[in-house]
């Protein structure tokens, strides 16, 4: 398993997919980018976003609410919600 990828519970857990307004019926994957360094975190997720099946979600955890990565997410026309709990930000990820 990749050792940076959220555990599979977290991005298949209902509760967190309400609170984040992400589909409950969509397939969901998850990255955890909390220890890369700028702007790895960027890049990644936009990477990993391109190589999803358009009705996938991608759950991204970090230490930082990602504002830098929102206009980007604009830009493509992605839909995104950010919940911070526990010193962390997830952010669920999906095409409009």
């Known amino acids: 398993m990749d050792p940076t990828a959220v555990e599979g519970t977290d991005a ?7 609170s984040l307004d992400a589909p409950a019926d969509a397939p969901a994957e998850g990255i955890d980018v909390r220890d890369a360094p700028a702007p790895k975190p960027l890049t990644r997720t936009l990477e990993t976003l391109e190589s999803l099946p358009a009705e996938t979600v991608l759950l991204q955890r970090n230490d930082r609410v990602p504002v830098h990565l929102f206009d980007r997410l604009d830009e493509r026309g992605y839909r995104y919600e950010t919940l911070e709990r526990d010193g962390e930000a997830l952010t669920a990820i999906r095409r409009e």
């Open 12 to 18: 298949l857990d209902p509760d967190l997919r309400e």
